[in-house]
């Protein structure tokens, strides 16, 4: 079966950490070009964090120095590490992939509370 499967979210007091997993199963995925992204109450989805089709990592400005985007190749999965969270980081955060380089998948989403 094709599908991301995200997992690891929660309800984390501010300054907590949390670990994102997304796992990709079926053929034609790789976790290069694998990101994560968020989306609010009320807002709209952003990206939060990209593996880049070489192998690179990206994170945005807002989560840059918190947040940490890594993959494990050999179980085609990517992680995100959130350190010293904020109640504005709460939100449903999204996996994405790319199948056969052209096919965008989305996890089902896993919600993560941040209270103050």
């Known amino acids: 079966q094709v599908q991301l499967v995200e997992s690891g979210g929660g309800l984390v007091q501010a300054g907590g950490s949390l670990r994102l997993s997304c796992r990709a199963s079926?053929?034609?995925?790789?976790?290069?070009?694998m990101g994560w992204y968020r989306q609010a109450p009320g807002k709209q989805r952003e990206l939060v964090a990209t593996?880049?089709?070489?192998?690179?990592?990206n994170v945005v400005d807002s989560v840059k120095g918190r947040f940490t985007i890594s993959s494990d190749n050999a179980k085609n999965t990517i992680y995100l590490q959130m350190n010293s969270l904020k109640p504005e980081d709460t939100a449903v955060y999204y996996c994405?992939?790319?199948?056969?380089?052209?096919?965008?998948?989305w996890g089902q989403g896993t919600q993560v509370t941040v209270s103050s």
């Open positions: 994405k992939g790319l199948r056969f380089g052209v096919l965008d998948y």
């Open positions: 593996i880049t089709s070489l192998g690179g990592t």
């Open positions: 079926g053929s034609g995925f790789s976790v290069n070009n």
